[in-house]
């Protein structure tokens, strides 16, 4: 797999990650739980993505 097509991956995870995020907060008695670690996994997903992004230094 190249860089750019595993960015492209990561992209979309982290596209369907906030759009659950989005979908859970709108509605009433949803798991605060599960949105932290939604979250959690967003932030990871966009570090990782800028790494990538950025390439070797």
Wanted: aromatic residues 2%; positive net charge.
């Amino acid at each position: 797999m190249t860089i750019a097509s595993h960015l492209q991956e990561l992209r979309k995870k982290h596209e369907a990650l906030a759009a659950m995020v989005e979908e859970a907060q709108r509605s009433p008695g949803s798991d605060d739980l599960q949105i932290a670690e939604w979250k959690k996994q967003k932030l990871k997903l966009k570090e990782e993505i800028t790494r990538l992004s950025q390439g070797p230094h």
